[in-house]
């Protein structure tokens, strides 16, 4: 079955270290996004990227890093820079990128700062 | 810039008895409107979205929306609700490259 893959479901980290969540989709979607959310809040776009070795900041990239070597994979990297990182982060992919385009989630990481 | 607005956090509705979700948006141009679904600890699962044409679109699990211009609304209906439909819910309006998402609407389902 095709779809999106987040590992792992639960990330625990201490203050100070760096974590990287890892996405990857065997769609063949094009463009790949990562979401924060926050109770209240709904979805922040942190990173998109649209094609391979490509990628954009959002609404708060602060603290974050991504990479886009492979178009499979878009893994996030939540630095020690991130001063609240503990959230629920959800990567998404759409077959092309446009508004018009249907995003398809996975099913998420949930990251808590010990 | 767009922004989308879903003014009620939590809503409590009897099985069986029907449901509006609403929905407003702030978009310069033509918008793209979508609908997500989120079950507890899940992903988002589109429900079902509107670009053109008929304002009244049908989406998956019995689902409909309605999209007025003149109001910047497109609110989510069902005209009879099930308990497995308790989630949190989404609106989004798309705009150039990325979504902008709504807080949410959680929907609460009794018996």
């Known amino acids: 079955d095709g779809g999106i893959t987040q590992s792992p479901k639960y990330l625990f980290r201490k203050e100070g270290q760096n974590v990287t969540l890892s996405c990857e989709q065997n769609l063949n979607h094009d463009a790949m996004y990562w979401y924060r959310q926050d109770p209240g809040q709904g979805l922040r776009l942190i990173y998109y990227?649209?094609?391979?070795?490509?990628?954009q900041k959002g609404d708060i990239a602060e603290g974050y890093s991504v990479s886009r070597e492979k178009k499979e994979s878009f893994p996030l990297t939540v630095t020690s820079a991130q001063k609240n990182p503990t959230a629920f982060y959800l990567c998404?992919?759409?077959?092309?990128?446009?508004?018009?385009?249907?995003?398809?989630f996975g099913p998420g990481t949930r990251l808590t700062v010990l | 810039a767009q922004s989308v607005t879903q003014p009620d956090i939590h809503i409590t509705v009897s099985e069986g008895a029907s449901l509006e979700l609403r929905c407003n948006y702030s978009?310069?141009?033509?918008?793209?409107l979508f609908w997500y679904v989120q079950s507890p600890g899940q992903g988002l699962q589109l429900l079902l979205k509107y670009f053109s044409g008929d304002t009244l679109v049908q989406g998956i699990k019995g689902f409909e929306a309605e999209f007025k211009r003149s109001q910047s609304s497109f609110n989510l209906r069902k005209p009879s609700v099930h308990w497995s439909d308790a989630a949190e819910y989404f609106c989004a309006v798309g705009g150039f490259q990325k979504l902008v998402f709504g807080t949410g609407t959680r929907l609460l389902v009794s018996p």
């Open positions: 978009y310069g141009a033509t918008p793209y």
């Open positions: 990227s649209q094609i391979v070795n490509d990628f």
């Open positions: 998404a992919s759409t077959s092309s990128g446009t508004a018009t385009d249907t995003q398809y």
